[in-house]
């Protein structure tokens, strides 16, 4: 079945950096569209980066632009968030995401908090 772990949060000043990294298993890697979201407190959820499948095109929002990379290594089924220039506003539970025609998956998410 399809498995997604997220890891790589934690406490980061204003300015910091942060790797994000979402290991995924039971599917066909290369092949997915794959994407992260973030949901902070008292806040839906938001989509913040995607990567199509074998990794043709990305798309950001805005807020994130020129800040955050989406990557991948097919090698290792593994999905990045390269985060950079963190502000405050960026405090939230970062979440890995694909989908199929089975479903919507996600992973147990990690925390990511901008704080001095």
């Known amino acids: 079945q399809v498995q997604l772990v997220e890891s790589g949060g934690g406490l980061v000043q204003p300015g910091g950096s942060l790797r994000l990294s979402c290991a995924a298993s039971g599917f066909y890697f290369s092949g997915y569209d794959m994407a992260w979201y973030r949901q902070a407190p008292g806040k839906a959820r938001e989509l913040v980066a995607q990567?199509?499948?074998?990794?043709?095109?990305?798309f950001y929002i805005d807020s994130v632009k020129g800040r955050f990379t989406i990557s991948r290594d097919n090698t290792k089924n593994t999905l990045y968030l390269q985060m950079n220039s963190l502000k405050p506003e960026d405090t939230a539970i970062y979440f890995c995401?694909?989908?199929?025609?089975?479903?919507?998956?996600w992973g147990q998410g990690t925390q990511v908090t901008v704080s001095s």
């Open positions: 990567e199509t499948r074998f990794g043709i095109s990305t």
């Open positions: 995401n694909t989908v199929d025609s089975r479903g919507i998956y």
